[in-house]
């Protein structure tokens, strides 16, 4: 199911000592704020300076609070998969009181969601699949209200070797025709067993919260140009 790949990474293969070293600490190490992981999302990231350029992301999320979610981004959810930038997500609530220079840099969720790009993968065979289908859109209608503020540390998609530069500002899509939605979700949709149009359609009846106009501000910048 990644789409990750790992050909241009520098370095050969982890030497037996290390693996050695590496198994004797999952063994008696407790990784804790690992283990508090109880979500895996994807859906697809562009960058707040230069949209329409995207990359896709796995995230695995914590919550840390009824108001408070922070999650690790990788480029696939294979074991080998990199580490490509980190999203923390907040409710209404809590965006409120944040400056309005703060809050340009959050983005909304609802296009994600109601379009059914966003994805919890899971199980995919029935009757499982239903049940699974269930929580997620109960999921959903959690995620739906949320604003998120992503920072990428890996540019991936241009095949840099190794993170370089200054970490970008990222943000979601919010609109139909910002990307080739079909292709680009449908290619995803066809490794991980998933239809976004399912999906869509599952979630017709999730309610649409207002968005602040402070967020997803990157789109607005390119609309007024």
């Not at 050695?20 to 697809?44: R, S």
Request: with cysteine; hydrophobic share 35%; proline share 7%.
């Amino acid at each position: 199911m990644s789409a990750s790949t790992h050909s241009n990474l520098p370095g050969g293969p982890i030497s037996t000592e290390d693996t050695v070293l590496e198994t004797g600490a999952a063994m008696l190490q407790e990784f804790k704020p690992v283990k508090n992981i109880c979500a895996h999302l994807n859906a697809f990231h562009t960058y707040a300076d230069d949209p329409g350029r995207f990359v896709e992301a796995n995230h695995y999320c914590a919550h840390l609070s009824d108001d408070f979610r922070q999650c690790i981004l990788y480029d696939g959810d294979g074991p080998k998969a990199k580490l490509i930038g980190i999203e923390y997500m907040i409710t209404p609530k809590v965006y409120e009181t944040l400056s309005p220079e703060e809050r340009k840099l959050w983005h909304s969720h609802v296009y994600e969601v109601k379009s059914g790009m966003l994805i919890m993968p899971g199980l995919t065979t029935p009757p499982a699949k239903q049940v699974w289908e269930t929580a997620e859109t109960q999921e959903m209608k959690h995620v739906i209200g949320l604003y998120g503020k992503v920072y990428h540390l890996w540019q991936t998609d241009r095949g840099d070797e190794v993170p370089l530069g200054e970490p970008k500002l990222m943000t979601s899509f919010t609109a139909d025709g910002q990307f080739d939605f079909e292709k680009v979700v449908g290619d995803r949709d066809r490794r991980f067993g998933t239809d976004w149009k399912h999906k869509m359609q599952l979630r017709e009846g999730i309610e649409v919260p207002p968005i602040h106009p402070d967020a997803d501000s990157a789109w607005k910048r390119r609309n007024s140009i």
